[in-house]
């Protein structure tokens, strides 16, 4: 019973590096939604998807792209990292008005 | 002012008190969500909710839609109830984004 699973859990990057941070839940949700935290602050929404071919921008969408080609897999792309992009990232899935699962999170370091 | 206000910030209590933690919003909501963060550990959903209370085993949550306002109780506290307790709001409509509030840290000593 694997839930939403993040990948990887720590990363460091260098600046003006890209990566992807992985998000697979296994719960036939529709909705998913990407989510950074920073210290002392509540978390942000980045991007969601109400469903496989649908994205749309949160609070925080800029430096990040987001696609969902099945209703499975919800991939964060980063392409050219910056400090200001430091922090732990969750990933959540949710059946409409259903309570949200969330991943363990991804801790992002860029240098 | 942020849509979602929790109080306190801070919270250290020693084992065995009654915790209660607050939550303001002033958004229009289709439900509240009572969240549990472990240290280094990943987000936990304990409730959800849109009107009156809920409660599983020590843990009690109230809403009061008129006000504004949710309540989370913690009874016979526990030093594992140590954590960070986050409040988040479920917009009207739409695809339940949530909007979360800053969280409060709860110590529990034993």
């Known amino acids: 019973n694997a839930g939403v699973t993040q990948t990887p859990k720590f990363r460091i990057l260098k600046i003006g590096q890209s990566m992807t941070l992985q998000c697979t839940q296994d719960?036939?949700?529709?909705?998913m939604y990407w989510y950074r935290q920073d210290p002392g602050m509540g978390l942000k929404l980045i991007y969601y998807?109400?469903?496989?071919?649908?994205?749309d921008k949160g609070e925080v969408p800029n430096g990040y792209n987001v696609s969902r080609s099945t209703t499975e897999d919800f991939p964060l792309r980063l392409e050219l990292a910056a400090p200001s992009q430091t922090s732990v990232y969750f990933c959540?899935?949710?059946?409409?008005?259903?309570?949200?699962?969330f991943g363990q999170g991804t801790r992002l370091t860029v240098v | 002012k942020n849509e979602v206000e929790q109080s306190p910030q801070n919270l250290t209590a020693q084992e065995g008190e009654f915790i209660t933690i607050n939550c303001s919003y002033s958004?229009?909501?289709?439900?509240l969500h009572w969240l549990q963060q472990h240290p280094g550990g990943g987000i936990v959903s304990l409730f959800m909710?849109?009107?009156g209370k809920k409660k599983h085993g020590r843990l009690i949550a109230t809403i009061n839609i008129q006000e504004k306002h949710s309540s989370l109780h913690i009874t016979a506290s526990h030093p594992r109830d140590s954590a960070v307790y986050i409040c988040?709001?479920?917009?009207?409509?739409?695809?339940?984004?949530?909007?979360f509030g800053q969280g409060t840290r709860l110590t529990i000593n034993p």
């Open positions: 959540a899935s949710s059946e409409n008005t259903r309570q949200a699962f």
């Open positions: 719960m036939n949700h529709n909705y």
């Open positions: 998807s109400v469903g496989a071919g649908i994205t």
């Open positions: 958004v229009g909501i289709s439900a």
């Open positions: 909710l849109s009107s």
């Open positions: 988040a709001v479920s917009e009207r409509q739409g695809a339940q984004k949530l909007v």
